[in-house]
């Protein structure tokens, strides 16, 4: 995940560098784009470039955004984290009703038994006399 993080800061630095091209369409209304004005209903006003920075002012510039993705990347880890926990509470918290109900309709299934049990001993005792 950090690779593709890296990759992508390095694919905007590159196209930070290359600039913009600022042009003009037959209404007057001025578009930028990055690549050079060569449709016939475009005409160049002019090349915006990016600003020159110095390796230590891009240094720290980098630093800055990467400091920020991770701490993006971290918060989201946590929120997933968090997620996660939630989700395997809830899971457990059914499968514990679930188990609490089998047990509640076991019970009443044994209760039933014994009584039909107890009926049963009471005949063969009538029976017997």
């Not at 992508?8 to 050079?36: H, I, L, W």
């Not at 915006?48 to 400091?67: H, T, Y």
């Not at 047990?103 to 107890?118: F, K």
């Amino acid at each position: 995940m950090k690779k593709i993080v890296i990759l992508s800061m390095c694919c905007a630095v590159f196209s930070a560098q290359a600039g913009a091209f600022k042009c003009q369409d037959g209404n007057g209304r001025t578009v930028y784009q990055e690549t050079p004005c060569e449709q016939a209903s475009l005409k160049s006003v002019g090349t915006i470039k990016a600003p020159e920075l110095s390796s230590d002012e891009e240094r720290a510039r980098m630093k800055g955004i990467n400091k920020k993705a991770s701490a993006d990347f971290d918060d989201a880890m946590s929120t997933r984290k968090k997620m996660e926990k939630s989700e395997k509470e809830e899971r457990e918290a059914a499968h514990k009703r679930s188990l609490d109900e089998r047990n509640a309709i076991a019970s009443e299934r044994q209760a039933r038994a014994a009584e039909r049990d107890a009926q049963a001993s009471e005949v063969r005792n009538t029976l017997k006399r």
